[in-house]
């Protein structure tokens, strides 16, 4: 029962913690220019693969 109680503890923990931890990446995002510049970065190259790559349905389903 204990380490069952441990198990929950802790799988709430890393819950929470990455909760908290996605809005703090989502206010440096939205906040600073660095963020903005990141987001940019990552939209081009997620736009440069779908345009050169097979959709992954197609591939495996």
């Known amino acids: 029962m204990g380490a069952a109680l441990a198990l929950i503890a802790a799988l709430f923990i890393a ?3 990455a909760i908290v931890f996605g809005l703090r990446l989502l206010r440096f ?3 600073t220019k660095a963020g903005w510049v990141s987001m940019g970065i990552l939209l081009i190259a997620g736009l440069i693969y779908m345009a050169t790559h097979e959709p992954i349905w197609n591939k495996y389903l």
Do not use: D, Q, Y
């Open 15 to 17: 819950f929470v913690g």
């Open 29 to 31: 995002f939205l906040t």
